[in-house]
């Protein structure tokens, strides 16, 4: 007979995590989201199945054994690439990423035959680990690779990837300014306590491996509660803070001309364009750091005396590096900036031109069409329409 405690954790919130796991993949976003929501799924399914692997229930549902054993090989990608996204949420998902996921398929793969064969196999299976008490060490005919191989895979794994993403947070941080931190500063402490969280859990699950925790009898481990705090902790930043998950402000909108295809002025020598490139590097830093650009009434020389270089400098270096003119350029951004929040934000789909206009920086719905149509030969209504279906 289930009691309340039961029902609330492995159906309850299971379902609560499916939920809200098919909304951010379904949803229009960058992919940090839909790797979340993956995460939310895939951590639903371990906390439902498993309800039928504790407490001794196992042996009653023996189909179900060892289906959770590829699952562990999909944690550490789904979270590692979820705060790489989270990080960079304006570049493009690449199909080389899909590799992360190879590990699950093959471990899948090669436990089929136990998953489809005699429930006598499956029996004999959960008999040796009960008598040998261990998931590490017990004898299993399941699969081609031995168990412990398996086990030491599945850790390497985890382990990797908890440390992989905390070192590119710690690189991420490294390269930004104070400013920009702050401004940034609720996404960075749910990345970090996230990581710290997922730790922890690994501490423990290393602990179990190596036999520092004894065997509880297929009851929850504390392992577990770590892991379901972490799905928790992210559960109600979703639910609480949503606009967390737009990921981290600002990226550089605008993007460079390839070194081919830049045109250096006569007598212009390499260590001028590499300044060049220097000054692009610190005006896009300024950007992320302070969107000055939505200011309908920037000017040249402002941008100029805030980067402490002459207005010929900033001109020159933004012809060079991006193939625009100053007025092209920042329209380029702002143009870019309400593309972004359109496909993050559907309260800014709902938006009129006017309002786009203003908090885009353009001052007026005229200077929204006037640069749409200039930059893109088309209307500001038929861009963003465009910008969506490419969504």
């Not at 705060?83 to 493009?92: F, G, I, M, Q």
């Not at 905390?166 to 931190?181: G, P, T, V």
């Amino acid at each position: 007979m289930l009691n309340t405690v039961e029902l609330f954790y492995y159906f309850a919130l299971s379902t609560l995590l499916w939920i809200f796991g098919i909304n951010l993949v379904s949803r229009k976003g960058h992919a940090a989201t839909k790797f979340l929501g993956l995460y939310f799924i895939t951590f639903g399914i371990r906390i439902f199945i498993s309800y039928f692997a504790t407490d001794g229930r196992i042996t009653l549902y023996p189909h179900l054994f060892r289906v959770l054993s590829p699952l562990y090989f999909l944690f550490g990608p789904l979270a590692f690439l979820f705060l790489r996204y989270t990080l960079t949420p304006n570049k493009a998902f690449t199909r080389w990423h899909l590799f992360h996921f190879l590990p699950f398929v093959l471990h899948a793969l090669e436990l089929f035959p136990f998953y489809f064969g005699p429930v006598e196999n499956k029996l004999e299976e959960i008999q040796h680990l009960l008598q040998s008490q261990s998931f590490v060490s017990y004898k299993s005919h399941a699969g081609i690779i031995p168990l412990n191989i398996i086990t030491v895979l599945k850790l390497c794994s985890l382990t990797g990837y908890a440390l992989t993403g905390i070192f590119l947070l710690i690189k991420f941080m490294a390269s930004k300014s104070k400013a920009y931190l702050q401004k940034n500063k609720l996404i960075l402490n749910w990345l970090i306590a996230d990581s710290a969280l997922r730790i922890l859990s690994l501490i423990f699950t290393i602990s179990y491996v190596v036999g520092k925790i004894s065997f509880n009898n297929l009851k929850f481990s504390y392992a577990d509660l770590l892991m379901t705090l972490d799905g928790c902790f992210n559960l109600a930043i979703v639910f609480f803070i949503p606009k967390l998950l737009d990921g981290a402000q600002f990226t550089a909108l605008v993007h460079r001309l390839n070194k081919a295809d830049r045109i250096p002025e006569s007598g212009e020598n390499p260590q001028r364009l590499q300044n060049y490139q220097h000054i692009s590097a610190k005006l896009e830093q300024l950007f992320e750091e302070d969107p000055i650009f939505l200011n309908s009434q920037l000017v040249q020389e402002q941008l100029a005396k805030r980067l402490q270089i002459s207005v010929r400098e900033l001109a020159r270096a933004i012809s060079y590096v991006y193939g625009l003119s100053f007025p092209d350029f920042i329209n380029t951004w702002r143009i870019e900036y309400l593309v972004d929040k359109r496909k993050l934000n559907e309260t800014w789909q709902a938006y009129s031109l006017e309002l786009l206009a203003e908090s885009g920086g353009f001052g007026s719905r005229q200077g929204l069409h006037n640069a749409v149509n200039r930059l893109h030969g088309t209307t500001p209504a038929l861009f963003f329409a465009t910008k969506e279906k490419d969504t």
